[in-house]
Structure formats: C-alpha cells, structure tokens
C-alpha cells in the first residue's frame, strides 16, 4: 500500500525528522543546548548501530549455516553415487 501511494514507511520518516532535528540543533536553529543533548544523540547512534551490526551478524550466520546444510546435503548425495557406483562395479567384476 506504501509503495502503491508513494509514501515512505514510518520509521524511514521518523530517521529523516531526527537528522531534520540533530541538523537544527547543531546548527543551534533550536533552542536546545548541543552539551546536553549531543551525549543523548551519541548514545542513541551507538545503539541504534549495535542492533544494525547484531542483525547483520545474525543474517550473515543464517546464510553460513544454510550454505553448510546445502554442502552437507551435496556431500551426502555424492557419497550416495560412489556407494552405488561401487556396487555396480562389484556386481560387474563378479560376473566376469
């Protein structure tokens, strides 16, 4: 629906007011002392990049884990064709 009407999504606004309100304040367009609040911004910045850092781990360990689940199931079936093959040739070299 969004993306139909050609808004942006809530929070995507809501990281463009808080940059709106950090560049006026900053740039002391509002009256809020920089001192205090530049601690508040810090703090917020470094959680808010914890979380984007703790996902990104987290997605780059669903991605290894499902590429080594693939490997596993690659290495499974091509142990599958040698026990086959081997077989096959048994089979082949009783018969001579």
């Known amino acids: ?8 999504s809530l929070a995507d606004r809501r990281t463009k007011l808080q940059l709106v309100i950090l560049y006026k304040i900053i740039h002391e367009l509002v009256d809020i002392p920089i001192v ?7 703090a917020t ?16 360990v669903a991605a290894a884990v499902a590429a080594v689940a693939v490997k596993v199931e690659v290495i499974v079936a091509v142990a599958a064709a040698v026990a086959a093959a081997a077989a096959v040739l048994a089979v082949a070299a009783a018969a001579v």
């Open 1 to 8: 629906m969004l993306h139909l009407l050609q808004w942006e």
């Open 36 to 42: 205090v609040t530049a601690a508040a911004a810090v």
């Open 45 to 60: 910045i470094t959680a808010e990049a914890a979380v984007a850092a703790a996902a990104v781990v987290a997605a780059a």
